[in-house]
C-alpha cells in the first residue's frame, strides 16, 4: 500500500501499464495491476512477473479508471494487459458525460 498525490505517476509491476494518479483519497491506497501492487515510476519490477492469467482484462490508453465510490481516479498513460483494481475491487472505465443538447 501507498500513498498517492494527485499528478503522480506509478507503473505496473507486471505488465507495461502506467497510471498517472487523478484523484487519490486521504492515506494509503492499494492499487494493484494484475493482482500485484503497482509500483513508483522508475522502480525496479520483479524478475518474470506476469499478471494473473485471472486478471488480464487490459488497460486503455487515454482512457479514465474509476472506483465505483468514486474515491480514486487514474489515467492511463501506457497500456498493458494487467486488470487494474482497488484491494480486490476491479476499477472501470469512467463514462464521459452526455453533452445537453442544443436545441
Known amino acids: ?3 498517492l498525490k494527485a499528478g503522480s505517476r506509478i507503473q505496473s509491476a507486471v505488465c507495461a501499464t502506467e497510471l498517472m494518479v ?3 483519497p486521504d492515506g494509503d491506497v492499494d492499487v494493484r ?11 525496479d519490477k520483479p524478475a518474470g512477473a506476469a499478471p494473473n492469467p485471472d486478471l488480464k482484462a487490459g488497460s486503455q490508453i487515454g ?12 489515467l492511463c498513460t501506457k ?7 482497488l484491494g480486490d475491487a476491479p476499477l472501470v ?4 458525460k452526455p453533452l445537453p443538447a442544443s436545441d
Open 1 to 3: 500500500m501507498a500513498q
Open 79 to 85: 497500456p498493458g494487459e494487467g486488470t487494474l483494481a
Open 63 to 74: 482512457k479514465r479508471y474509476v472506483d465505483e465510490g468514486g474515491t480514486i481516479e487514474l
Open 33 to 43: 495491476c494484475g493482482g500485484e501492487p503497482m509500483l513508483d515510476i522508475g522502480a
Open 22 to 24: 487523478i484523484q487519490a
Open 93 to 96: 472505465l469512467k463514462e464521459a
